[in-house]
C-alpha cells in the first residue's frame, strides 16, 4: 500500500483528510514563510508492573494530536492541539505562522505518493493481546527469578509496549507514513545476604509485535537480573588514580553515545558549542576506529525507517578510520551546511520539534581478540555495566558509575568492582582508544536518550575497547 493511501485512511478515523491537510498548511504559510509541516501522530501504549507477586501498575495511556512547524529564515515558529477538528488544527498553524512577516503563500503542491523500508515488520500486534495474555509473561520471571537462588527476596517485573502512528506533510509536497511498535521488558532484583542487600536489574527492549516475548528472553532476564544483583556481595569498590581502562563490548557504547555522540549532531556544532564544530575532515581518532550512527537495524530499539521529518533513516558513518566524516543532521542543519539530511530528525512526539538526534550509535569492530587487550593491561579496570552518567554535551566532560566490573591484574580479570566512578572527557578518551576489539556486541537494553527536554528511543553498542588512561574514582590503593 503507498504511504499516501495508507496514511490518510489511518488517520481518517480522526477526521484527518486532504482537505484539513491543505487548509492547514495554508494557514501556516498566510504570513509567508519557507516551509510549513503538519505532524499528526496517534499512539497507544500499555505498562503493567509485577512487585511481590503482585500487580503494582496497570495503565493505558492513549496520546493523539497534531504538531504545526512553520521555519522563517533561521527562526522557527511551532505549536501544537489535542484537537483535530479543522477549526484547532487550523488555529494551531495560525499560531506557529506568527513567526513569519510576509506575504501569504497558498499551498497548491500535488502530494508525492512516497513509500517507506519495513524494518520491524509484526507478525502479532499489540491489539490482539489481551492482558489475560501478558500478565503469565510477570509471573513466570517472578517465579524464575524467585527460584534461582534462596538470597532473592525481592523481584520487580515491568511489561510495556508501544504502537504508535505518525502522518507527516509538509508545503513541499511529501507526505509520509510510519508505524513503529516498541515492546520493553525488565526486571529489578534484590537479594540478601548476612544482612546486607543488593539490588540490579536486566532489561531488553525493541522495535517488534508481541512476538518480541519469547521464552529466551523471558528466561535471560530474569537470569541476567540475579546474576547482576549476586554479583554484588562479592563486589567492592575500585581503586582510584589513572589508569588503563578496558570497555567491555556491549553495554559500554553508552559512554560513545553521550560523551562522543552527542557532539557530532548538528545543531550543537551550527552554534558552535560542540568541541567537534571545527572537525570535519579531520583525525580525531585512531585509523582503526570507526563510527556509526545507524536508523537501519532490524527491530533495534533506534531503528526508524524514516525519521520525524519524513526522511529514510539511513545509516550514516559519523567516523571513518578515524576521520570526522560528517554530522547527524535534520532539515535545518542540513540546509545550513548545504547536505543532504541524515535522517537524524527525531522528536518525542506532535507536542515537539524535530531535532538532530541519534538512532542505534555504535563502533565498527577492530583487529584485536577481546582476551588479548586484558592481557595488554598490567594494572586497570574493566568496565562491564554502568550507572548514573552525567555529560557536559558541548565538551564531552563525563563522569560515569561502573556498576559491575573487574580489577585486571597481570592481564587478568581478577576482583570483582562495584559503585567505581570514571572521570574524563569523551573526544580525549576518544583519541585515548588505542585497541579495539573483534567482538562487536550490540546492546538490546531500553536506552533512552534526553535532550532539549525530549526522550527518544535509542539503542548502542561497541567492541572491547582499551582506552589508554581515564582518571578512576575509586578508593585509594592499598
Partial sequence: MSTLSEGLEYFARFGVDDVLIRAALSRALSRGGDFAELYFEHRVAHDVGLEDGAVNRAFLHVSLGVGVRVISGDQTGYAYTEDLESTSVCEAAATAAVIAAGAAREVTVAFAVGSRPDRYPVRRAFDE?????????LSLIDARARSADARVIKVRVSYADSDGAFLLADSEGRLAFDRQPMARLAVGCTAEQNGRRETNHHNFAGRAGFEFFTARRMEEAADEAVRRTLFLFDATVGPAGEMPVVLAAGSSGILLHEAIGHGMEADFNRKGVSVYSDKLGK???????????????QNCRGAINIDDEGNEGQRTVLVKDGVLETYMHDRISAKHYGVAPTGNGRRESFRDPPLPRMRNTYMMPGPVPPEDIIKSVQRGIYAETFTNGQVMIGAGDFTFYIKTGFLIEDGKLT???KDTNIIGNGPQCLERVDLVGNDFAFDEGGWTCGKDGQSVPVSLGMPTVRVSAITVGGVNAE
Fill in 415 to 417: 576482583r570483582p568492582i
Fill in 283 to 297: 583525525v580525531i581518532a585512531r585509523p582503526d576506529i570507526t563510527i556509526v550512527d545507524d536508523g537501519t537495524r
Fill in 129 to 137: 493481546v489481551g492482558l489475560a495474555e501478558k500478565m503469565p509473561i
